[in-house]
């Protein structure tokens, strides 16, 4: 391994994880939201949250150039009033690695959330806790393995993330070079043995999340 191919992999490891601490907040509230509580719309916003997972990645990538660019809305004022560029920049593959990852944590949490039996938060209530710690004390423990499970699962689409990340980051040596913006580009220019290499560094890390993640949802669903 070269020292560019340890970088690559060093990027794509390190803007993955950061990637997914950034969604975990998030993705919490908004998995506890739909697992409680009802509320007119609330299919509008569970469509809303999986349809990065339906979305050709390519067309969320699109999505995001338009809204982060310099004359779209959050990227224009981003650039007029802190002088800060999302687009073509390590924060654009770190927010589309987050984009796609979102749904896959906020729905394993959710199923775990909601296999939490109401009863015993209930009597945390009548005992007189907050609803707040009644969330730390009680649902958030006991849906602990769904919640490491989805992280897991995050990060391992962040890691194989393409069509959204080339979108908006472009490929950019030392950038926003991750591990499948590099293969592609190896491919493209007849490297095929440096493409290899790399292939098979992603299916290791990847085999290696999705395996940790399944056993994390079986132990959750064992009696």
Do not use: C, N
């Amino acid at each position: 391994m070269t020292a560019e191919e340890w970088q690559t992999i060093w990027l794509t490891t390190w803007v993955s994880a950061l990637s997914v601490l950034l969604i975990l907040p998030p993705g919490v509230a908004v998995a506890w939201l739909l697992a409680r509580k009802e509320w007119p719309g609330k299919s509008l916003v569970e469509t809303f949250v999986a349809l990065p997972l339906v979305l050709p990645p390519v067309a969320t990538g699109l999505i995001l150039l338009k809204l982060l660019g310099r004359r779209g809305p959050i990227g224009g004022w981003l650039h007029e009033s802190f002088h800060v560029d999302i687009v073509f920049t390590w924060k654009a593959v770190l927010i589309a690695l987050g984009v796609m990852s979102f749904p896959l944590l906020v729905r394993s949490l959710r199923t775990a959330i909601e296999e939490v039996p109401v009863r015993l938060e209930g009597i945390a209530r009548t005992l007189g806790a907050s609803p707040w710690r009644v969330f730390w004390t009680i649902t958030l423990p006991l849906a602990r393995r769904g919640l490491a499970a989805g992280v897991v699962l995050a990060f391992a689409r962040a890691l194989g993330e393409f069509g959204a990340t080339i979108m908006v980051a472009g490929f950019i040596q030392g950038e926003t070079s991750t591990i499948s913006l590099v293969i592609y580009q190896h491919v493209q220019t007849g490297h095929d043995h440096e493409a290899m290499k790399l292939l098979v560094v992603a299916v290791i890390m990847a085999f290696i999340a999705l395996w940790i993640s399944e056993t994390l949802s079986r132990r959750r669903r064992a009696p």
